[in-house]
């Protein structure tokens, strides 16, 4: 049983554990339920790591799931009161979108993230004037919590540069999205900048997708693939104006991946991504 990770992975973790369990006792969920008095949908959530628990059910669930090895349970155990801590996010939880907590907690403990953007720059690499022009059109009305979730934005970039092993990020971008002014032409060009340089450091690579390309199997939209340390399941990550998707079977992984993979095989490679960046930054300078 793997145990390594921040606050939120030990959650999925733990729920993890606790469902394996529950279905080596040949227990239902509606079982645990009945037995903890509470609702089906909250066991549900404890499993997927999406609520949390208190320790002496987690106690009362071990024994009753037949849990007799000490050592056993002072793991699980263990594994609750670490998932029990706060990470730097919850400073933000007031202005946070639904979902964007669990987000922030699985890209702190990330060891790799893979993902594709079609309409905007990926999040870690904004500059703060971009990220204030691209959350204000989303909440124009809000100015106090804009200004905080772009704290929040900039403060997750340093993932790229943590020590000593930074976030591996490799984001395959639609062309569209760099030629779309975001906060205006000055704001664009120092963004396209900005990407220009942090592209150059070792663990950030970005392709660029040409328009020209025509279709190709992510239109249906973004996503993100959260790769952690051996043994912790890959987290596919998905958002929507209707919502935050995590998925983490196998199936929908692997096809999620074999996405990704195809996109890669159709962009150009990395290291055209410079020339183009120039050129975008010289058409956006004269428009």
């Known amino acids: 049983m793997a145990t ?9 973790q733990l729920g993890a554990e606790l469902r394996r369990l529950r279905e080596q006792a040949g227990r239902r969920i509606e079982d645990v339920a009945t037995h903890l008095e509470c609702s089906m949908s909250k066991i549900s959530r404890v499993e997927t790591g999406q609520a949390p628990i208190k320790a002496r059910d987690v106690r009362d669930l071990l024994e009753w799931y037949g849990v007799a090895d000490p050592q ?46 079609s309409m905007v720059v990926h999040g870690l690499l904004q500059t703060e ?29 340093a993932l790229l540069t943590r020590q000593p092993d930074p976030l591996e990020l490799w984001v395959v971008m639609e062309e569209s999205a760099l030629r779309r002014p975001v906060g205006g032409k000055e704001v664009m060009t120092a963004q396209l900048r900005h990407l220009a340089e942090v592209t150059t450091l070792p663990n950030v690579t970005l392709q660029i997708m040409p328009t020209s390309k025509g279709a190709h199997p992510a239109l249906s ?19 929507s104006m ?20 195809l996109l890669r095989a159709a962009a150009p490679d990395p290291q055209e991504a410079a020339i183009l960046l120039e050129q975008l930054t010289r058409e956006m300078q004269d428009s």
Do not use: C
């Open 242 to 261: 209707a919502g935050n998707v995590y998925l983490e079977k196998e199936r929908d992984v692997r096809s999620f991946i074999q996405t990704f993979d």
């Open 72 to 117: 056993h349970v002072e793991t699980v155990m263990q594994i609750h009161k670490d998932a029990q801590q706060q990470g730097w996010w919850a400073h933000y939880g007031d202005v946070l979108p639904s979902g964007m907590a669990t987000y922030a907690g699985l890209e702190a403990d990330a060891r790799v993230l893979r993902s594709y953007e």
């Open 4 to 12: 390594a990770g921040g606050p939120t992975v030990r959650r999925r």
């Open 221 to 239: 939209g973004a996503f993100s693939l959260l790769e952690f340390e051996p043994h912790t399941p890959t987290v596919v990550y998905v958002n």
């Open 129 to 157: 004037e971009y990220a204030h022009a691209v959350i204000s059109a989303f909440q124009p009305n809000r100015p106090d919590e804009t200004d905080q979730l772009v704290r929040f934005r900039k403060e997750r970039q």
